[in-house]
């Protein structure tokens, strides 16, 4: 089956960094979506990543490795804004978008 | 500004009530998806189309149906809604179908109460 791992649930502190992960298991790949979700709101675009490396966008980068099945969403300078919920989406060889349960990100003052 | 556009942003309905949520969208895409939210869970792709060809998800129940009558309108039915389909519902657009850079834009989704 297909499968997206990330950890439920983080805590970090305003103005700190944070590293989220995002490991899966899918029939083919092309290409690892990062969605920002805040409470009861849609999710939106933060970053797509195909090949191999990091993709430095502001304060966000995210990270791929393909041999590994290896994502990251590294997150800069916290804000108490930041405190959502981060998706990790796989498009697999049918491009079809395969969710992650998302992370609950918590930034403490 | 081109936007994903949901009506109503709450709706709420009684156990077998039939309901319609609706999705417009200015962007000209010519992919629209519904997708079925519940708190903490990954959206649930009920179904997509592209241009006006349907593609229903294998498990997407009989009691969700959906209408394209244009390029920017969509339309979910839940026929006979049950407490379980109580969730936000989500519609999203691409340009294509999902995959190489053709990202999904979200509408703000329509929160579903089933009394």
């Known amino acids: 089956g297909q499968n997206i791992d990330q950890p439920t649930e983080m805590t970090a502190t305003e103005g700190a960094i944070v590293q989220i992960n995002c490991t899966y298991q899918?029939?083919?790949?092309?290409?690892l979506f990062w969605y920002q979700q805040h409470a009861g709101e849609a999710p939106t675009f933060l970053s797509y990543?195909?090949l191999d490396g990091l993709e430095e966008k502001g304060r966000f980068s995210s990270f791929l490795s393909r041999s590994k099945g290896y994502s990251y969403l590294l997150l800069k300078e916290l804000q108490m804004k930041d405190s959502a919920s981060y998706l990790c989406a796989v498009v697999d060889s049918n491009y079809q978008l395969i969710w992650g349960a998302g992370t609950k990100l918590i930034i403490k003052p | 500004d081109a936007m994903v556009i949901q009506n109503p942003r709450y709706q709420v309905t009684q156990f077998g009530k039939p309901v319609t949520l609706s999705c417009s969208q200015t962007l000209n895409h010519n992919v629209m998806y519904w997708y079925q939210q519940k708190s903490s869970q990954a959206p649930k792709l009920l179904f997509h189309y592209y241009d006006k060809d349907f593609n229903n998800e294998a498990d997407t129940p009989d009691n969700f149906q959906s209408r394209r009558p244009n390029t920017s309108f969509c339309f979910l039915d839940i026929r006979s809604p049950g407490l379980g389909d109580a969730a936000m519902y989500l519609c999203?657009?691409?340009?294509?179908?999902?995959?190489?850079?053709?990202?999904?834009?979200f509408g703000p989704g329509t929160r579903l109460t089933v009394l």
């Open positions: 899918t029939s083919g790949f092309n290409g």
């Open positions: 999203a657009t691409s340009r294509e179908i999902a995959g190489g850079t053709d990202t999904q834009y």
């Open positions: 990543n195909v």
